[in-house]
């Protein structure tokens, strides 16, 4: 289907306001578009810049079924984790949006199934992106990170975190 390119850039951006309001009225937190100052954010070019937990820094991990979830204006993931006995045994990807360019190259098998046993492997989101689909790999990682912290009962401390429009 085509449209015009007058158009394409007016739904963009009311697509991308109703994102920002929807992402502002969700759960009441006061959204800043600098993330906190005591964290060693990871900044990567082009991407969300976030904070990725260490393994140590989560401590234990309760038993149970958790979820992370990041959506922004530009890109979405969810993913779900089975915690036992203070490790991730399961990883699934429940949502991921990626390009058309990802799934033309199939670097969107690498997300589902290698990315998920490098996460389990490691037991932390620090891990090395898939080549060629970084982008979807940070959202991937900020996910499983959400999810983490959900486990280990705490506080994302990025969570309140906005980045501003590009």
Known sequence: MFIRPAIRSCLITAVMAAASVFLLSCGGAKLTSEPPASLDVTYQSHHVPYYFPSREELGTLKDGVYYGEVTLPSDQGRVRIEVEDNQVIDLKILALKTSRWIR???????????????????????????????????????AYARAL?????????????LPPEK
């Open 104 to 142: 033309m190259k199939g670097l969107h098998l690498d997300m589902y199934y290698t990315l998920p046993l490098r996460f389990i492997e490691s037991q932390s989101p620090q891990v090395d992106a898939i080549s060629g689909a970084t982008g979807s790999s940070h959202v991937l990682k900020i």
């Open 149 to 161: 912290y959900a486990a280990a009962g705490k506080k994302d401390p990025m969570i309140d975190y």
